[in-house]
């Protein structure tokens, strides 16, 4: 693979990176929304969604928790299509709950073809705030009340729930590890289509830094 190509992967990896931190925003082809729900994390469980954005463009992604760190948090994979290389990337972040939040301690990130990157460095330069959101989306929020929702992954009986800016969270405690089922906002919608168990993480070999990375890749 041509250095111009795995870079734009490498920064489309990034960006994704961003979109998938609490507070970021998605870009260059890979998306997927706020992940706002009630964080239970259990290993081995997990959930594979669709969104569709405003302007009707599908997506996927799986969330899974593969592993639990001795410091006390999870790590959580996302498994995510990569539209210009038609392959997997795949994202592994360390998330602790401290307080009322959910925060990103280090990302793992591995796109085709390639070692995986560590990210961590820039995760943390980015703040608690950047890299953190509420580990209960209920706080705060209208319980609208409890719904039976049918999805590809099965129906559930869910408790909805609409966030002060105007999003709609349907919740099932069936649902690992965010509890989602399905959500809806002026950006995009997401629908649960598969439940996953006996998740395991994809990512394979030694992580190199984003630095040593982007070096050899100049080398090419």
């Given at each position: 693979?041509?250095?111009?190509?795995?870079?734009?992967?490498?920064?489309?990896?990034?960006?994704?990176?961003l979109?998938?931190?609490?507070?970021?925003?998605?870009?260059?082809?890979?998306?997927?929304?706020?992940?706002?729900?009630?964080?239970k994390?259990?290993?081995?469980?997990?959930a594979?969604?669709?969104?569709?954005?405003?302007?009707?463009?599908?997506?996927?992604?799986?969330?899974?928790?593969?592993?639990?760190?001795?410091?006390?948090?999870?790590?959580?994979?996302?498994?995510?299509?990569?539209?210009?290389?038609?392959g997997?990337?795949?994202?592994?972040?360390?998330?602790?709950?401290q307080?009322?939040?959910?925060?990103?301690?280090?990302?793992?990130?591995?796109?085709?073809?390639?070692?995986?990157?560590?990210?961590?460095?820039?995760?943390?330069?980015?703040?608690?705030?950047?890299?953190?959101?509420?580990?209960?989306?209920?706080?705060?929020?209208?319980n609208?009340?409890?719904?039976?929702?049918?999805?590809?992954?099965?129906?559930?009986?869910?408790?909805?729930?609409?966030?002060?800016?105007?999003?709609?969270?349907?919740?099932?405690?069936k649902?690992?590890?965010w509890?989602?089922?399905k959500?809806?906002?002026?950006?995009?919608?997401?629908?649960l289509?598969?439940?996953?168990?006996?998740?395991?993480?994809?990512?394979?070999?030694?992580?190199?830094s984003?630095?040593?990375?982007?070096?050899?890749?100049?080398?090419?």
């Open positions: 693979m041509k250095s111009k190509t795995v870079m734009f992967m490498v920064m489309g990896a990034v960006s994704l990176s979109a998938l931190a609490p507070r970021g925003n998605a870009q260059m082809g890979m998306s997927a929304p706020e992940l706002r729900g009630v964080f994390p259990e290993v081995g469980s997990g594979a969604y669709e969104v569709v954005n405003s302007d009707g463009k599908k997506s996927q992604f799986d969330i899974t928790i593969v592993e639990k760190d001795p410091s006390g948090g999870y790590w959580t994979e996302y498994t995510i299509a990569d539209p210009r290389s038609k997997t990337v795949y994202m592994k972040m360390l998330i602790s709950q307080a009322d939040d959910a925060v990103v301690e280090h990302m793992i990130i591995q796109v085709p073809g390639h070692p995986p990157m560590d990210m961590s460095a820039m995760m943390q330069g980015m703040g608690h705030q950047t890299r953190s959101q509420k580990i209960d989306v209920r706080t705060g929020a209208e609208v009340g409890t719904e039976s929702v049918t999805t590809p992954a099965g129906t559930f009986s869910c408790q909805h729930w609409r966030t002060k800016d105007g999003n709609d969270v349907w919740i099932s405690d649902v690992k590890p509890g989602l089922v959500t809806s906002g002026k950006d995009s919608s997401m629908t289509v598969r439940v996953i168990t006996d998740a395991k993480t994809h990512v394979t070999g030694t992580p190199v984003m630095e040593d990375m982007m070096k050899g890749m100049g080398k090419q």
